[in-house]
């Protein structure tokens, strides 16, 4: 059964594909678990790394929730980016990942957006008017994202208004396509999924204060399988570089030291 899941888990895997010479005689693939938010964010470090370091990341987009279940039950991930703080925490008391190896790498903000002008107000009242049929939500027991979604309904006041209008989604990539397909005429999204050169790329949007959620800390670990695998651990020093964070800024992310 677990030589399955493992297999599974190799075909399910999306390789970030990168053109670029391999430096040295030791270049490694770091196998990388990343909270689907940071996907975009991702792609692009990997360019940078690789051709900083001659390594090749292998990354799986997914639900930090998922991913936890999924490295419990031997998933071959070496580092986890996750979309929260506790997860990284748990596993490194579990002994899972290495003690003393998370840190922040973002701080994710949330951005209620509509594939469609005009429907979603810079003010958030669309909510409030309620004239809309479906709102997405990825899954607030497995994504962060999910979860700072029903944290803003709740502190609006709205939960028992929206409750028969919320469509589920399993993660935030789902929840983004629903309503890029139009299954939904709105939802909660991550901001680095619609933000393009610093502005909502298309649609409308109105980005949440963070006053109406927990902040979306967003930690990063290095997991067991990679403790003694030196490009693990340089894939991680590369994404605390001013290089990297530059790039999540570009996202819409805020860092461990500023807003």
Not at 87 to 113: C, D, F, I, N
Not at 143 to 155: C, D, E, F, H, N
Request: aromatic fraction near 8%.
């Amino acid at each position: 059964m677990r030589h399955c899941l493992l297999r599974l888990y190799t075909l399910a895997t999306i390789f970030v594909t990168i053109s670029g010479i391999h430096i040295g005689a030791h270049a490694d693939e770091v196998q990388v678990a990343v909270a689907a938010n940071f996907t975009q964010p991702l792609k692009k470090i990997a360019i940078g790394f690789e051709q900083a370091s001659g390594h090749k990341i292998i990354a799986t987009f997914g639900a930090t929730g998922q991913f936890y279940a999924q490295i419990n039950n031997g998933a071959p991930f070496e580092v986890l980016l996750a979309a929260d703080t506790v997860t990284p925490k748990k596993m490194e008391q579990e002994k899972t990942a290495v003690a003393g190896s998370s840190y922040t790498y973002a701080r994710g903000k949330l951005v209620l957006w509509s594939a469609q002008p005009g429907v979603v107000d810079v003010t958030g009242e669309v909510l409030k008017k309620g004239n809309f049929m479906h709102l997405s939500v990825a899954n607030p027991k497995l994504a962060p994202y999910g979860l700072a979604s029903m944290q803003t309904i709740q502190t609006l006041g709205l939960a028992v208004v929206l409750q028969a209008k919320i469509v589920q989604a399993e993660n935030i990539t789902q929840a983004y396509q629903f309503i890029s397909t139009g299954n939904a005429e709105l939802g909660f999204v991550a901001l680095s999924q619609v933000i393009k050169e610093g502005k909502i790329g298309s649609g409308s949007a109105w980005i949440v204060p963070e006053t109406l959620y927990q902040p979306i800390l967003q930690d990063a670990v290095l997991l067991e399988k990679g403790r003694d695998k030196p490009a693990a651990r340089a894939f991680l020093t590369y994404l605390a570089s001013p290089a990297a964070r530059d790039i999540i800024k570009n996202y819409g992310y805020g860092t461990d030291t500023e807003k």
